[in-house]
């Protein structure tokens, strides 16, 4: 008995691989949509603080952002607070684009640059220490950055009342 073989299938062109989503440095036209994602976190649960537009022009080149396109889904910021010492400050993502691996992005790519600068330690004060865990970083007292608990916790209307935990991480290759 002969068998009739289908006709091949027409050769498809490759579909171009959708761009993998990596952390850039923010730009001016970022600012609405940084600020946008803060007040949301800031409003619904608190667990980072406000920025102005203005505040964040201001310290706009400490952010680095995760865009799709014109979207911004995820944003978080390096400050130097001394020649050793930088904070990762407004860690935001997108609610609807939460576990994806965009806050990792962000964190790394933070962590990079602090490292290219020499940095020796960055420190973060969250609600949410299980996520920089996970980077890497371990829990510390907040105690071993007097230059924050001076600059910035004493303004904070939380500040006899703080519910962040204070995490680092060492940036100095192992011995
Ligand atoms: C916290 C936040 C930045 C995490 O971003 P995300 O993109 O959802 O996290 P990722 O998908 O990159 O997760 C990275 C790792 O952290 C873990 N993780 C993330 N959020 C976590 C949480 N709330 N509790 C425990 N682990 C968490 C993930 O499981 C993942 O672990 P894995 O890589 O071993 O699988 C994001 O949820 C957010 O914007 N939250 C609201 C604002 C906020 O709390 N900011 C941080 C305060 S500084």
């Known amino acids: 008995m002969t068998t009739t073989q289908p006709p091949p299938l027409p050769q498809q062109p490759d ?17 609405p949509g940084i600020q ?4 949301y ?11 102005s537009e203005g505040e964040i022009y201001g310290t706009l080149r400490d952010f680095m952002v995760v865009r ?6 995820a944003a978080g910021a390096l400050h130097i607070e001394w020649k050793d010492l930088a904070e990762v400050k407004s860690m935001v993502v997108d609610p609807g684009q939460q576990g ?8 790394e790519a933070l962590l990079e640059e602090a ?3 020499g940095l020796r330690t960055v420190f973060a004060l969250t ?10 970083f371990r829990q510390a007292a907040v105690s071993a950055f007097p230059r924050k608990v001076w600059n ?9 009342n703080c519910d962040e935990v204070a995490l680092s991480i060492d940036l100095r290759p192992p011995a």
């Open 15 to 31: 579909a171009p691989a959708p761009p993998a989503l990596r952390a850039e440095p923010a730009r001016l036209s970022d600012v």
């Open 36 to 39: 946008r994602l803060i007040q």
């Open 41 to 51: 976190w800031a409003d619904e649960t608190g667990d980072v603080l406000p920025r």
């Open 68 to 73: 799709d396109g014109d979207r911004l889904l």
């Open 100 to 107: 994806r691996g965009l806050g990792r992005i962000v964190v």
């Open 115 to 117: 490292r290219g600068l």
């Open 127 to 136: 609600t949410t220490p299980a996520f920089f865990e996970r980077l890497g």
């Open 152 to 160: 910035e916790c004493f303004r904070c209307p939380k500040y006899t």
